[in-house]
Nanobody
Framework: QVQLVESGGGLVQAGGSLRLSCGAS????????MGWFRQAPGTEREYVGA????????HYADSVKGRFTISRDNAKNTVYLLMNSLKPEDTAVYYC?????????????????WGQGTQVTVSS
């Protein structure tokens, strides 16, 4: 069982940056691939990106590629989402998720555990 808690959301102007954190409970954090998703009002949850359990492999949705960076610190049981050059269309609730199986996974159904989400609002 893994419990995930996101933090770091807030209000930022377009062009600005935010770094989200996702802390995990338990001593098996390093056994999970991690993903980030987001959901804007009235839309379905959207894949943002993922990172392998070792941190050696990352993957991003086209909409954020080159602007967002995912990293992790297994010693701190934490995964990060650094968001640069933010746009109003990045406004959403951001979720982290943990996946026991390895490999890039873009579908939310492929993840086993979810955080409660953190709101990111980008003003124009």
């Amino acid at each position: 069982q893994v419990q995930l808690v996101e933090s770091g959301g807030g209000l930022v102007q377009a062009g600005g940056s935010l770094r989200l954190s996702c802390g995990a409970s338990g001593r098996t954090f390093g056994f999970y691939d991690m993903g980030w998703f987001r959901q804007a009002p009235g839309t379905e949850r959207e894949y943002v990106g993922a990172i392998s359990r070792s941190g050696g492999v990352t993957h991003y949705a086209d909409s954020v590629k080159g602007r967002f960076t995912i990293s992790r610190d297994n010693a701190k049981n934490t995964v990060y989402l650094l968001m640069n050059s933010l746009k109003p269309e990045d406004t959403a609730v951001y979720y982290c998720a943990a996946r026991g199986l390895s490999g890039v996974a873009k579908g939310e159904y492929e993840y086993d555990y979810w955080g409660q989400g953190t709101q990111v609002t980008v003003s124009s």
